[in-house]
């Protein structure tokens, strides 16, 4: 009698099941690290108003001092301290979070202390550096909080948090994120994540 013929079919739906699992797999991963992204920005987003992040910092004090306007002005300026100024966003293709001073507007000691001098110079100083006193703390919080859902090292936190501006843009990478940080005195740290 002759052997019998191996059937190559179940071999043949065996290997196609293998492949539709493997797509699949690789969908839900796909998926699931676009979802990461934004649930780590929501997660790690600034709560704070501007007027909690001054009170922090003892800038508030120091603002109302400094600044000289009229109760009509200054009315004005605690309805936009009310607001919570964000430090963390995700890019529109949920490819990379971004953390920076988008949406703070920190301030140019440079700029903002031009002409003055004596008691003034030194009340608007003070003022500059509670200012941007609060932002520090707001981002600090946030690259804290996006290394911890990550789970980047400390040793990258403090190369980020010992950049100077003359360091110019650094980089290190991670399990799979990729990430690139600057800093400046005015706009303070600024970091993107992005997967590789």
Known sequence: MPPKKRKKWPIAIG???????????????????????????????????????????????????????????????????????????????????KIDDSDFGSIDSIDFLWGTSGSQRERLETFVTGWNGARDIAIIAAVSCVHDQLDIPDSVESRMMSTRALDGTQEATHAGIRMTWNYHPSSGLGVIYERE
């Not at 929501?42 to 909690?52: A, G, K, R, V």
């Not at 400094?66 to 936009?80: G, T």
């Open 15 to 97: 290997v196609i099941g293998l492949a539709a699992a493997a797509v699949g797999g690789a969908w839900l991963i796909a998926d699931r690290s676009r979802t990461d992204f934004e649930e780590i920005a929501q997660e790690c987003e600034n709560t704070l108003d501007y007027d909690t992040l001054l009170a922090l910092t003892g800038g508030y004090e120091y603002m109302r001092e400094a600044l000289d306007v009229a109760y009509s002005e200054w009315q004005d300026i605690l309805e936009e301290m009310s607001n919570v100024p964000r430090f963390v966003t995700v890019a529109s293709d949920v490819s990379s979070i």
